[in-house]
């Protein structure tokens, strides 16, 4: 989202009228977004009391604060498809019939018990009048809040083609009452021949959608949790040969449970995902008092008395392998990739290996994320909550052996006077999905370049290969244990509240990273392999096709 013109630094003013020190950018919101952002402007300090400092990290400061507009938009956008994709279909024939049945047993059951007196007179005298003009607009209200409430469609045609059906069906109740004041509680001719309904009175599916749009789950709807628990609440529905949430039972649950089971899922992630999935979003529902009770509470997947017989997998690096994965970082590569990707290459792996970072949350680095700590100069990334399971922001300090190789902060200075991201190039975006992000595709193309070098052990994932080894070397070095959770943002199970206490200081989380082991690689001694050949720009391309065209022009000129 391009600005119209570049900022200047500013210095607001206080109470007293007089200006403070430091430097500020002022950022108008555009119109059309400041019912997503909440404010009019935008207002961000540049950290400096320096004015030539300020011009020099304004830049970068105003690209990400326009980058975070367009993902409010991009998130808009696809909130927007995704309620359009669940909205009721139109009725047909056969769900009128079917929703006629439902109005008439309603209206005959409100009074049925007690039928006598003036009962049935009071329900015919209820009656709206589709004649005249107050009663059509009654019948019209009428009719969309009982289609409302049974989640059916309130298209117009669809309102204009039940009202008909939904005005027999009160008179219908009516005679009804009337019999039973004779005595007569035998159901009414007409319900014998209308069917029952299809379409879901609460959609298990469309529940599902809600819930992850505002149920606070981790990751949001575009996350990796709701990608995962998606297909498998489409999944039980499919299996269940219905979508009615209304309808679903424990035994629903438990008959599901035992059938995964029976085809080879492991317990753990019956109970984790395919039975947690279910019962989050019935959860959800109750909470949201459009569900009485949720019917997979606390069902139980027991684990197999069988004892496993097969030896523990495998889950990260050894130290030898992840040698011969940093030492193919610092070979030369092709000239057809990207700056950023090469620079993934060089360095995502080294960061994650001295810090146990996801990588996803590596290739999101912004070059601002690299910065000094404000009480003791330690160099440090923050490290900031994404559609990745980071829950929360948090500081990590950069080994020292990364900052001895040289090169890594004069990349990071290059690209903040870009205004880019670390690992990916904003401008090459091709509009995927908000689900997918282009860190998440830096780190899928690192995963497939260390396959491709035969350099991923069998059964180990290599872009999560790096956190586990990091922490089995916690564990032998030995990391104080709270001090590495603060690290790489995992809290221990076992942890008291007192994990939470305290402030998270850069100085103690260093001393603890840099008992790690340097990896001293003989290829760090040799000059870095420069590229095969450095890339062209559109410019010179273009100059090498004319030049490629005139001597195409000059031989067919030499032989006519």
Partial sequence: MPSVRMPTPIRPKKANGS?????????????????????????????TTD??????????????????????????????????????????HRERLALRRIAHVAARDAYIEEPLGFTAM????????????????????AVRDFLKQEGASTSPDD?????????????????DVRRAAKNDYSDHPELAKLPARSIPKLDMLQAFEEYVENGALKGGKDGPTAKRWRPKIAAFCKWLKHRDLAQMTTADG??????????????????????????????????????????????????????????????GFTKKEAEAILTATLEGHSHLISEEMAAARRWVPWLCVYSGARVNEVTSLYPVDIAKDKETGILCMQIKPSLEKTAQWRTVPIHS??????????????????????????????GGKAGNPQFKKVAERLAEWLHSKNLVPEGIKPNHGWRHAFKSLARRIPMDREVEGHITGHRPKNSSSGFDYGDRWAETMSIEIEKYPAFRISALKAPPAPHKRARRTRAQIEADEAAKEAGKDARATRAA
């Avoid at 970068?60 to 927007?80: C, D, F, K, Y």
Wanted: glycine letters at 6%; hydrophobic letters at 40%; aromatic letters at 8%.
């Fill in 159 to 175: 309102v204009e083609r039940f009202k008909p059906m939904y005005l027999q069906a009160r008179k219908d109740a009516v005679a």
């Fill in 401 to 430: 052996h990364i900052i001895e190789q040289g090169g890594f902060l004069e990349y990071v200075e290059k690209r903040q006077k870009a205004g880019k991201p670390l690992f990916y190039d904003p401008s090459r975006s091709k």
């Fill in 122 to 141: 009071r329900m015919a005298a209820a009656l709206p009048d589709p004649i005249g003009v107050d009663g059509a607009a009654a019948l019209d209200d």
């Fill in 19 to 47: 200006q403070i020190n430091t430097w500020w950018i002022r950022k108008k919101v555009p119109e059309k977004l400041r019912l997503l952002v909440g404010k009019g402007e935008v207002w961000r300090s540049l950290q």
């Fill in 51 to 92: 004015l030539r400092t300020a011009n020099q990290r304004i830049g970068q400061i105003s690209a990400a604060i326009e980058a975070e507009w367009t993902r409010l938009a991009g998130q808009h956008v696809t909130h927007s498809k995704s309620v359009a994709a669940f909205e009721a279909p139109p009725l047909t």
């Fill in 254 to 315: 438990y008959k599901w449970a035992d059938c995964l089971k029976a085809e080879g899922y492991a317990e753990k992630s019956i109970r984790d995902v395919w039975i947690a999935s279910l019962s989050a979003t019935a959860g959800f529902m109750v909470e949201r008092r459009q569900l009485n009770q949720n019917p997979f509470l606390q069902i139980r997947v027991r684990n197999s008395v069988a004892t496993n017989t097969r030896p523990p997998r495998k889950k």
